[in-house]
């Protein structure tokens, strides 16, 4: 099988790594390298032995690959995506594949156009602990979703903000952790609960000297009726918690351990049924065994060239990446608004806020640029 040809726009951070899958899995040949930042463009050639552009056009024109990862700052992935899709090429974008909703439906709209194949970097979808998850929810194991729960803290200290000119800033970043940090687990919490149809939200700026939001509470609605609610933050230490709960049971996924518990019968029919005043469900817990993962980015790309030849599904659709979007972009408008907001979130109202928020934003002063990518989050 032919290996698809790999070039990687934007490598100070994460597209270092992705440099380096492209290198070493058999599907793929990495092809280029490419940086508005000469220095990094220049250091990663010598390095990965490939040329370098520091102009996304030029490399996308060049003809050396077949696909482009984009590993930029946000608020141009669309851009650059809907660019190469024009001119032929698949693409695999960081996540989230754009800032705003209509972004993501041009991008969307683009690679539909031309018939090319489009994922996103959500590769947590890879591991055995979201496969473990939508398994039982999708297996009725828990019968139909009754209400949610995600609490998702991403701390991060005022340094990593003065990293970085564009960083937490509404013109660099269109917004702060529901942009940055939390979109892998809201992919992860949507695509095994499902999108929720509204949602009312509480967004602030709680403890770093940022224009954006580091905290944020979320009621949710489900078009059948269940609530949920979703919490993120940079203000605390990371500790992951989530609950499904349906009719026959629920599931929780506390840390990277999962328990399943199973109700003797289903809670609305053990309601109405039982004659005893005191009367409780029987509950059975089970430990859920996870299988051994491979590493998640590089599992998403080889994928991704499979997908290509037409071998794979896509296990991360690009599509798929506007439920992230929809989300966070929803919480964003809401706690502006402070009241609730639909989804599919109203295009033109949530650029208007955009503009109106970018006009407010302001150049950084004391930033010590550092271009490094998170060790825990490399793989």
Same mark, same amino acid.
């Given at each position: 099988?032919?290996?698809?040809?790999?070039?990687?726009?934007?490598?100070?951070?994460?597209?270092?790594?992705?440099?380096?899958?492209?290198?070493?899995?058999?599907?793929?040949?990495?092809?280029?390298?490419?940086?508005?930042?000469?220095?990094?463009?220049?250091?990663?050639?010598?390095?990965?032995?490939?040329?370098?552009?520091?102009?996304?056009?030029?490399?996308?024109?060049?003809?050396?690959?077949?696909?482009?990862?984009?590993?930029?700052?946000?608020?141009?992935?669309?851009?650059?995506?809907?660019?190469?899709?024009?001119?032929?090429?698949?693409?695999?974008?960081?996540?989230?594949?754009?800032?705003?909703?209509?972004?993501?439906?041009?991008?969307?709209?683009?690679?539909?156009?031309?018939?090319?194949?489009?994922?996103?970097?959500?590769?947590?979808?890879?591991?055995? &602990?979201?496969?473990?998850? *939508?398994?039982?929810?999708? =297996?009725?194991?828990?019968? !139909?979703?009754?209400?949610? /729960?995600?609490? @998702?803290?991403?701390?991060?200290?005022?340094?990593?903000?003065?990293?970085?000119?564009?960083?937490?800033?509404?013109?660099?970043?269109?917004?702060?952790?529901?942009?940055?940090?939390?979109?892998?687990?809201?992919?992860?919490?949507?695509?095994?609960?499902?999108?929720?149809?509204?949602?009312?939200?509480?967004?602030?700026?709680?403890?770093?000297?940022?224009?954006?939001?580091?905290?944020?509470?979320?009621?949710?609605?489900?078009?059948?009726?269940?609530?949920?609610?979703?919490?993120?933050?940079?203000?605390?230490?990371?500790?992951?918690?989530?609950?499904?709960?349906?009719?026959?049971?629920?599931?929780?996924?506390?840390?990277?351990?999962?328990?399943?518990?199973?109700?003797?019968?289903?809670?609305?029919? &053990?309601?109405?049924?039982? *004659?005893?005043?005191?009367? =409780?469900?029987?509950?059975? !817990?089970?430990?859920?065994? /996870?299988?051994? @993962?491979?590493?998640?980015?590089?599992?998403?790309?080889?994928?991704?060239?499979?997908?290509?030849?037409?071998?794979?599904?896509?296990?991360?659709?690009?599509?798929?990446?506007?439920?992230?979007?929809?989300?966070?972009?929803?919480?964003?408008?809401?706690?502006?608004?402070?009241?609730?907001?639909?989804?599919?979130?109203?295009?033109?109202?949530?650029?208007?806020?955009?503009?109106?928020?970018?006009?407010?934003?302001?150049?950084?002063?004391?930033?010590?640029?550092?271009?490094?990518?998170?060790?825990?989050?490399?793989?």
């Amino acid at each position: 099988m032919k290996k698809v040809k790999i070039g990687v726009i934007g490598v100070g951070g994460m597209g270092s790594s992705h440099c380096l899958s492209a290198k070493e899995l058999n599907e793929t040949e990495l092809v280029f390298v490419c940086d508005i930042d000469e220095k990094v463009a220049k250091t990663k050639s010598k390095e990965l032995g490939v040329p370098y552009f520091m102009d996304y056009k030029k490399a996308v024109k060049s003809g050396l690959c077949d696909a482009v990862v984009i590993a930029t700052p946000h608020w141009i992935h669309p851009e650059i995506g809907v660019f190469a899709f024009k001119n032929g090429l698949h693409v695999l974008s960081e996540k989230p594949i754009a800032v705003t909703v209509a972004d993501a439906d041009r991008m969307i709209k683009a690679a539909k156009d031309n018939k090319r194949v489009f994922a996103v970097m959500f590769q947590r979808r890879t591991t055995s &602990f979201v496969k473990k998850l *939508k398994e039982i929810v999708k =297996s009725g194991a828990i019968g !139909e979703v009754t209400r949610t /729960l995600c609490v @998702d803290p991403w701390y991060r200290a005022q340094s990593y903000y003065d990293s970085g000119t564009w960083r937490a800033t509404w013109a660099g970043e269109g917004g702060g952790v529901l942009v940055n940090q939390s979109p892998h687990t809201i992919d992860l919490f949507t695509y095994i609960a499902g999108l929720p149809v509204k949602v009312e939200a509480k967004t602030r700026t709680k403890l770093h000297k940022i224009e954006v939001e580091d905290d944020v509470a979320v009621s949710l609605e489900y078009k059948n009726g269940a609530w949920g609610y979703f919490y993120t933050s940079t203000c605390e230490p990371a500790t992951f918690y989530m609950e499904i709960v349906g009719d026959k049971g629920k599931v929780i996924a506390n840390g990277t351990d999962i328990t399943l518990y199973r109700y003797s019968v289903p809670v609305s029919k &053990f309601t109405h049924q039982s *004659k005893v005043m005191w009367a =409780s469900l029987d509950v059975k !817990e089970e430990k859920v065994k /996870l299988d051994k @993962d491979v590493p998640g980015h590089k599992e998403i790309m080889r994928n991704f060239a499979m997908a290509i030849h037409k071998k794979e599904k896509l296990i991360s659709p690009g599509q798929e990446g506007l439920n992230a979007v929809e989300f966070f972009n929803a919480c964003i408008l809401s706690g502006a608004k402070n009241k609730p907001v639909k989804i599919p979130v109203n295009r033109s109202e949530y650029n208007s806020l955009m503009k109106g928020l970018i006009k407010t934003s302001k150049v950084k002063k004391n930033v010590r640029v550092q271009r490094v990518t998170d060790p825990k989050h490399a793989k």
